[in-house]
Nanobody, 123 residues
Framework: EVQLVESGGGLVQAGGSLRLSCAASGFTFDDYTIGWFRQAPGKEREGVSCISSSDGSTYYADSVKGRFTISSDNAKNTVYLQMNSLKPEDTDVYYC????????????????WGQGTQVTVSS
C-alpha cells in the first residue's frame, strides 16, 4: 500500500523557517517524482516544488524560488521541503504527492497523496 505522510507544519512568524518532511512507503522510491503542493480553502491546489528521485532534477514555482529548497534522502524514502523567509501568503495546507511517470507542477497528474500538513505564517 502506497503511503505518504507529511510532517513539520506549524505556526511561524513572517521571516521564519520550517522544514516539511514527506515519508514515503509502499513503492520503489527511486522511480518516482515527489511533489509538494499547497492549497487554501476555496482556492486551486498550487504546485510548489517537485524532485525526481531518480536524477535529482528539481522544479520550483516562481513564488518560492530562492526561499524554498526541496531535497530527497533516498535511503530514508523521505523528501524534505526547507522553507525559509516565510511570508503570510505562504499560509496553506501543504501536501506531498508521488507519481511514477510525471515530472512537473500539475497536481492533476499525481497519483498518490498524503493527508496534508498545515503551515501558518503570522505577520
Amino acid at each position: 500500500e502506497v503511503q505518504l505522510v507529511e510532517s513539520g507544519g506549524g505556526l511561524v512568524q513572517a521571516g521564519g523557517s520550517l522544514r516539511l518532511s514527506c515519508a514515503a512507503s509502499g513503492f520503489t522510491f527511486d522511480d518516482y517524482t515527489i511533489g509538494w503542493f499547497r492549497q487554501a480553502p476555496g482556492k486551486e491546489r498550487e504546485g510548489v516544488s517537485c524532485i525526481s528521485s531518480s536524477d535529482g532534477s528539481t522544479y520550483y514555482a516562481d513564488s518560492v524560488k530562492g526561499r524554498f529548497t526541496i531535497s530527497s534522502d533516498n535511503a530514508k524514502n523521505t523528501v524534505y521541503l526547507q522553507m525559509n523567509s516565510l511570508k503570510p501568503e505562504d499560509t496553506d495546507v501543504y501536501y506531498c504527492a508521488a507519481d511514477q511517470t510525471y515530472y512537473g507542477s500539475s497536481w492533476l497528474e499525481y497519483d498518490y497523496w498524503g493527508q496534508g500538513t498545515q503551515v501558518t505564517v503570522s505577520s
